[in-house]
């Protein structure tokens, strides 16, 4: 795949990824929270977070493969810093999403499905705290990218 298509994709990935974080974290959050109860709340993040994550699923692989196919045109010896710290962070990143995505996601919706309001509200506290960690390592991996070019 020719160079500029794979860094369209690994550049939409992120943008769309890191975003969709930014979003969530500092509109739909607070937003939700003062307008719902929680078992709405927790129904509402249920929903949102059906249709998001499995996009994120997909983003993921699409930014580990473009990323490694870059890294494999420049030659990893050959890349600046920047890229090797943003492909650590990245495969962080990825790593966080799917204990999110695998675990914490899954646990939410069956306790949110059998009204168990109290174990869904720990659930999304711990998919909270991992979407701000991985918010901040999303703006630390962008400012890494910048710096290695």
Do not use: D
């Not at 739909?28 to 709405?40: F, G």
């Not at 890294?71 to 999110?100: C, D, E, R, S």
């Not at 306790?111 to 703006?139: D, K, M, Y």
């Amino acid at each position: 795949m020719p160079r500029s298509a794979l860094l369209f994709l690994h550049l939409l990935g992120a943008v769309t990824w890191v975003g969709g974080m930014f979003f969530a974290y500092f509109c739909l959050r607070p937003a939700a929270a003062e307008v719902l109860e929680p078992p709405q709340r927790l129904k509402l993040w249920v929903g949102v977070f059906s249709r998001f994550l499995p996009v994120v699923a997909g983003l993921v692989l699409i930014l580990l493969a473009t990323g490694f196919s870059l890294m494999a045109q420049t030659g990893f010896k050959n890349a600046p810093i920047g890229w090797h710290v943003m492909q650590g962070l990245g495969i962080t990143m990825a790593v966080v999403f799917a204990y999110l995505y695998g675990v914490l996601f899954p646990r939410l919706r069956r306790h949110s499905a059998a009204a168990e309001w109290p174990a869904a509200a720990q659930a999304l506290n711990g998919i909270r705290q991992l979407v701000a960690f991985n918010l901040t390592l999303g703006v630390v991996t962008v400012a890494a990218a910048v710096a290695g070019r």
